[in-house]
């Protein structure tokens, strides 16, 4: 006795062969196979990164992302200046509360008013030490060098004089007639005045070399 197998139909009806094709892709190894769709964008944007870069530009639509990024980096930018700057703003003026070890929250140029008012009263004493403060006070603002409660006028003057060597002697000597003034009481001179005046003044004219500022600035 034989036994005869169905043969299977090799050629179905239409809606058969979509029911056969459903059935067959409904299988989990081929949803598996499926991109997804973070699949199915990275291919458009690698896609779109070719014709960027290969100038086969089909149209006016493959300049959107152009334009997307360009404005995304904008925003970025605007954001750091409007809100990233008043947050370096305030860091500096936490730092600069202290000056030399005695909180001073003043201005250069007040600082320089109270010294040339001084000196004009003979008070040199007052005059070399006011005058050195406003000095550093300057180069602060100016972000030239950056002074913290525990700088040292000798520790400014270093790092003032990185950022103008021409002027690294007077910058040393000045910090020592601020010191020999404050911690050795001894006497200003009107020279020791006129000296940190002028180098103040010279200073204010300068452009500071950049490289190397700041060092020498840390205890």
Aim: net charge negative; aromatic share 8%.
């Amino acid at each position: 006795m034989s036994v005869r197998f169905a043969e299977p139909p090799l050629t179905p009806d239409v809606p058969e062969a979509q029911d056969w094709l459903s059935n067959e892709l409904a299988k989990p190894e081929y949803a598996a196979a499926t991109p997804n769709l973070f699949d199915r964008l990275v291919n458009q944007f690698l896609q779109w990164l070719g014709r960027l870069f290969s100038g086969n530009i089909d149209g006016p639509g493959d300049w959107v992302p152009v334009l997307l990024l360009l404005l995304v980096a904008a925003a970025v930018i605007a954001v750091v200046l409007i809100w990233g700057r008043p947050r370096l703003n305030r860091a500096r003026t936490a730092s600069v509360q202290a000056l030399f070890g005695e909180r001073d929250t003043r201005s250069a140029a007040e600082i320089r008013a109270a010294a040339a008012r001084a000196a004009g009263a003979g008070d040199y004493n007052l005059a070399v030490l006011e005058g050195y403060r406003a000095l550093c006070r300057d180069l602060d603002e100016r972000t030239i060098i950056a002074l913290d409660p525990g700088s040292t006028a000798h520790q400014a003057a270093m790092a003032a004089g990185h950022a103008f060597p021409e002027f690294g002697g007077v910058l040393a000597q000045t910090a020592n007639d601020f010191d020999a003034v404050r911690y050795l009481s001894v006497p200003a001179s009107a020279e020791q005045w006129e000296r940190i005046r002028s180098t103040d003044y010279d200073l204010r004219a300068q452009r500071p070399v950049l490289a190397g500022v700041g060092e020498g600035m840390r205890t």
